[in-house]
C-alpha cells in the first residue's frame, strides 16, 4: 500500500506543469515545460485554446546535447528561435562545441564570433517580430470581447462560423443541451445521469468516450449561454443568440447547489448527508448505517447515525440517530413557516402594493437606470485607472468582475420592472409559498428527501451540536422562526397584530395608506 502510496504521488509530482518566462509566440501567454508520452515538451498554458507546442524542437536540442547530431538545417533563423530562452541554448551549444554548425538556405551562418554575433542579432529580430505579434493578436482578441464575440471554440450547443468569425446556434446539439438543463433543473438528476444522456445523444469527446464530470459540470453552470463570456479572469456581454431562458438558468444553478451540497460517497443514500456541520469543530457531518439481528422478534434491523468526521482535531461530541434528527427538522421547518392567516393577509398587501407599484412604474425605472449608468461610469473609471497603471491588473479584474455582476443584476431588474412590475414582488410572493410549504411538510409524512430539500430552502447552515440542530436560517425565514408562538399557525389563534409589518419593510410607503386606483 505504502509503495502504491509513494509511486500515485511520484507520478502526479512528474506531470505538474513548470511555469517559464518564455511567451507563447501565438497568444502571448506564457510557456509551461510538460510531460507527454514522448517525455518533457514545451507548451502553451493557453491549451485548448492555443495549441502551440515545440516539442520537436526540444527533441532535437536534446538530440545535439547527447552526441547524436551535431548540426541544424534551417529555413532561416527565426524558425529556431522566437525569445530569449532558445537563441540563449542555440548560442550555449555553439560555445560548447556540441553544435558545430547552422544552414539556411536564406542566411548566412558560420560558426564564428562574427557569425555568432550576426546569429544573436537575427534571432533578437525574431524576438521582436513575435512580441509585436503577440501585442497586435491580444488587442485584436480584446476588440473581439468588446464587440460581443467570443474568440475562442463555441460551447456545446453552439458552432463556430469561420466565414463570418460568428458563434451561431448548433440547430442539433442546442436540442439536446437545453433538455439536458431542463431535465437538471426538474431534479432527481445527477452530473453522471446528464453524463450519460448527453452520451445517448452523440455528444461525446472528439475520441467518442463520455464526457468527464467536471466538463458536464462546466456545461450547466456556463453564463455563455444567458449572454455572459467569461475571458482571461474577465467578464464580457455577448451578442449571441440565446436558447437557453435565464429562469431556466437560475433553476439549473439551484439544483446545482443542491447536489454539490450533497457528499459523492453517499452509497446509502442517506438524504441529510451535506446539510450539516459540527458545531463545535466546523467539521462535516457523516452518515453510518449499522444493522442488528433480533432473532426471535423483527429479525434484521438498520439503524441510521449522524455523527462529526473528526476530520479537523478532537471532537467530543456524539452520533445522533435518524428519526431524532428528523423530529428536529421538522419542528425548524414548522417554526419556520407562515401561518395561513398571515399568508392571506401578506397576499392580500402584494396585490395592494403591485397596484401601487405599477403606478410608480417610471419612477422606479428612472432610478434604477440612472444606478446603471453610474455602474457603466464606474468601469469606465475603472479601466482609465488600469491604463494609467494606478491599480494592478488582479484587482482591476476583481473589481470589474463585481461591477460587472451588479450590472446584469441590474439591467435584469429593469426587464423585470417592465414586464411584471417591481423587482422584489415576484421574490415576495415565492417566499410566501415556500413558507406556507414548510407548515405542511411539518405536519405531514414526507420522505427524507423532502424534509431535506426544504430544510436547505429554509436554512443557509446548519449545526449539530450536543445532539441539537442550531439552523442559520436564511433571510425573512429568520425572522418568522424568532417570532414563532406556539400554535401560532392556528386560524384562529394567529392574531392580525403578529402579522403587521414594520418600518422598513418593502414597500417604503404603507400601502394602506396610498391611493390605491385600479389599472385598466
Known amino acids: 500500500m505504502e509503495y502504491t502510496n509513494a509511486l500515485s504521488f511520484a507520478f502526479k509530482e512528474l506531470l505538474k506543469e513548470e511555469i517559464t518566462d518564455q511567451k507563447c509566440e501565438i497568444c502571448g501567454k506564457p510557456m509551461a515545460i510538460k510531460f507527454g508520452r514522448f517525455g518533457k515538451f514545451l507548451a502553451c498554458t493557453g491549451f485548448p485554446e492555443c495549441k502551440n507546442t515545440r ?59 562574427q557569425g555568432k554575433f550576426m546569429l544573436s542579432i ?24 468588446r464587440n460581443g464575440v467570443y474568440p475562442g471554440k463555441a460551447p456545446w450547443g453552439y458552432s463556430n462560423n469561420e466565414k463570418l468569425g460568428s458563434i451561431e446556434i448548433d440547430p442539433i446539439e442546442s436540442k439536446v443541451i437545453k433538455k439536458a438543463f431542463e ?14 444522456f448527453l452520451e445517448g445523444n452523440e455528444l461525446t469527446d472528439k475520441n467518442g468516450r463520455p464526457l468527464k464530470l467536471d466538463r458536464v459540470k462546466s456545461i450547466l453552470s456556463n453564463k455563455f449561454y444567458i449572454g ?16 437557453i431562458t435565464k429562469e431556466l438558468f437560475n433553476k439549473v444553478q439551484k439544483q446545482y447547489k443542491l447536489t454539490e451540497r450533497a ?5 446509502h443514500n442517506l438524504p441529510y448527508l451535506g446539510l450539516m456541520r459540527c458545531g463545535e469543530c466546523l467539521a462535516s457531518i457523516t452518515g453510518e448505517v449499522k ?4 432473532k426471535s422478534t423483527r429479525g434484521k434491523v438498520e439503524y441510521t447515525y449522524y455523527r462529526c468526521t473528526k476530520k479537523l482535531g478532537k471532537c467530543s461530541q456524539k452520533y445522533i440517530q435518524e428519526p431524532e434528527l428528523e423530529i428536529q427538522l421538522k419542528d425548524i421547518l414548522k417554526r419556520a413557516s407562515l401561518p395561513q392567516k398571515w399568508a392571506a393577509k401578506w397576499q392580500e398587501w402584494l396585490d395592494r402594493d403591485e397596484i401601487i407599484e405599477n403606478q410608480l412604474k417610471e419612477e422606479n425605472l428612472l432610478s434604477k437606470e440612472q444606478h446603471l449608468k453610474s455602474l457603466d461610469q464606474k468601469l469606465n473609471l475603472l479601466l482609465d485607472s488600469y491604463l494609467d497603471n494606478v491599480i494592478d491588473a488582479e484587482i482591476y479584474k476583481t473589481k470589474k468582475n463585481q461591477l460587472f455582476e451588479e ?4 439591467q435584469e431588474d429593469i426587464a423585470r420592472i417592465k414586464s411584471d412590475g417591481s423587482s422584489w414582488l415576484e421574490p415576495m410572493r415565492n417566499f410566501i409559498e415556500d413558507a406556507l410549504s414548510c407548515s405542511k411538510i411539518a405536519r405531514a409524512k414526507n420522505t427524507s428527501e423532502e424534509i431535506a430539500f426544504f430544510a436547505k430552502t429554509v436554512g443557509s447552515d446548519y449545526f449539530l451540536e450536543d445532539r441539537r440542530i442550531l439552523p442559520d436560517l436564511k433571510k425573512g425565514f429568520d425572522i418568522i422562526f424568532s417570532e414563532f408562538v406556539p400554535h401560532a399557525n392556528s386560524a384562529n389563534l394567529a ?26
Open 55 to 113: 516539442e520537436q524542437f526540444d527533441k532535437v536540442l536534446a538530440k545535439i546535447g547527447k552526441g547524436e547530431a551535431q548540426g541544424i538545417i534551417s529555413w532561416h533563423p527565426d524558425r529556431l528561435a522566437r525569445n530569449s530562452i532558445d537563441g540563449g541554448k542555440i548560442i550555449y551549444l555553439l560555445d560548447t562545441g556540441k553544435l558545430l554548425d547552422l544552414k539556411f538556405p536564406t542566411f548566412w551562418f558560420d560558426n564564428t564570433p
Open 122 to 145: 537575427a534571432f533578437g529580430q525574431s524576438k521582436y517580430y513575435i512580441d509585436n505579434l503577440s501585442e497586435n493578436v491580444k488587442r485584436g482578441l480584446r476588440q473581439k470581447l
Open 183 to 196: 431535465l437538471f433543473a426538474n431534479g432527481g438528476k445527477t452530473f453522471t445521469d446528464i453524463c450519460r
Open 228 to 243: 455572459i463570456m467569461y475571458y482571461s479572469g474577465e467578464f464580457y456581454e455577448g451578442k449571441h443568440k440565446l436558447f
Open 263 to 267: 457528499r459523492p460517497n453517499n452509497k
Open 291 to 294: 444493522s442488528k439481528f433480533y
Open 407 to 410: 450590472k446584469l443584476q441590474m
Open 495 to 520: 392574531s392580525d397584530s403578529q402579522s403587521e409589518r414594520d418600518t422598513g419593510v418593502e414597500p417604503v410607503f404603507p400601502p394602506w395608506e396610498g391611493s390605491v386606483e385600479p389599472l385598466n
